[in-house]
């Protein structure tokens, strides 16, 4: 791991080798060249341009990307995002279990929770594909979803799923594999941001201001650790035209992991503030790009946010707080940036 940086209350924050040299050499540049053919950039109107001139190729869409060589229609997509809507929704209307014990390990914790809140009651053949464990064995991932597709039977009429799976079991025989695929793409993600994200503001925040709101804290942490870190735009020939130093060739690597830390920005830019929020507007603020840009901004923002506010409103109602112990936390190159290992706890008496 590379030199540490430190964030909010004395902790430090320590960046993968890759990530730390680009918060330490690029903070405040613009456009510039991270490799022969990639064009790297935080300049919040290059990002407006680009990102509002075309749509997203399939190939660009982190969720939604082809799938076993198959692609998946925006149309499927949306009818998909309709199903983990609903799930989302059933499960925050619901009352909140009262045994749930949110100690241990983030972000692992938080996943097993909204594991069982969105997906608990579903048969073996679904959870298998929500485990942990397979956000960092994609060989064992794939497997996964071969064996939950060969499983033998479908469930029964009296099985209890959700929206998400009830969808997945529909699909005819020839089509299983794909079908458990692509809930696994759905599903998994769901879990794996939404407590990747309340760790990550456990890290930098707790315990928190009483006076901070949910949603500012959830901003403020999409700000400093942003899940979504870098947004890639392969290379077009109409890109040139929008700002010259982009080469026809060049791919496009834009950055929110530096626009959300630039100084030209925000006001003490390292620094975790959920009260800078009180007069910014999340949906319009310069270079602030969590969930992409107004042109094609992901429509999971809501179902990640309101699933942080929830279990922040868990958290801070069972008085949790960060290991007073604990004063450093990784941050690995990974799909999604976030602390790891993080030991959250009771105040002692």
């Keep these: 791991m590379s030199r540490p940086e430190t964030v909010g209350r004395a902790r430090v924050t320590v960046f993968s080798p890759k990530i730390e040299e680009l918060l ?7 456009v510039f060249r991270l490799e022969a053919d990639t064009v790297g950039v935080a300049d919040p109107n290059v990002m407006d341009k680009l990102l509002g001139s075309r749509s997203a190729h399939e190939f660009e869409r982190p969720t939604f990307k082809p799938l076993q060589g198959r692609s998946i229609s925006r149309a499927e997509a949306n009818d998909m995002l309709h ?21 241990g390990i983030w972000p692992r914790a938080g996943h097993a929770y909204l594991r069982d809140l969105l997906f608990g009651p579903e048969p073996p053949r679904f959870r298998l594909l929500t485990d942990p464990r397979l956000e960092t ?7 996964a979803v071969r064996a939950s597709a060969a499983w033998p039977g479908r469930p029964g009429p009296e099985a209890s799923m959700s929206h998400l799976a009830l969808r997945a079991a529909a ?5 299983r594999h794909y079908a458990m695929g692509l809930y696994r793409r759905v599903a998994a993600p769901v879990c794996l941001g939404v407590s990747a994200l309340v760790a990550n503001a456990l890290w930098l925040g707790s315990p928190f201001d009483p006076d901070a709101s949910n949603r500012h ?5 999409l700000r400093l650790l942003p899940p979504s870190w870098n947004i890639l735009r392969v290379a077009s020939g ?13 791919d496009v690597l834009l950055l929110p992991l530096l626009s959300h830390r630039d100084p030209d920005l925000w006001d003490d830019p390292d620094e975790f503030r959920p009260r800078r929020w009180q007069d910014l507007d999340a949906e319009n603020q310069p270079g602030f790009l969590p969930f992409g840009h107004a042109n ?6 809501h ?19 960060v290991s007073p112990e604990q004063t450093t936390a990784k941050v690995p190159l990974a799909g999604l940036l976030g602390v790891t290992r993080v030991r959250v706890v009771r105040p002692r008496a």
């Design 303 to 321: 179902l990640i946010v309101p699933l942080a506010e929830h279990l922040l409103e868990r958290i801070r109602s069972e008085g949790l707080v």
């Design 137 to 143: 064995a994609p060989v064992v991932a794939r497997a």
């Design 83 to 103: 199903a983990i809507s609903r799930d989302v929704r059933d499960a925050l209307q619901r009352p909140a279990p009262d045994s749930i014990d949110l100690s």
């Design 296 to 301: 094609e901004r992901c429509r999971g923002r």
């Design 238 to 250: 109409d890109f040139p035209a929008l700002d010259p130093r982009i080469g026809p060739g060049d």
């Design 171 to 175: 699909a005819a025989d020839d089509d």
């Design 217 to 221: 804290i959830v901003l403020e942490s």
């Design 24 to 30: 330490r050499d690029r903070r405040g540049a613009k």
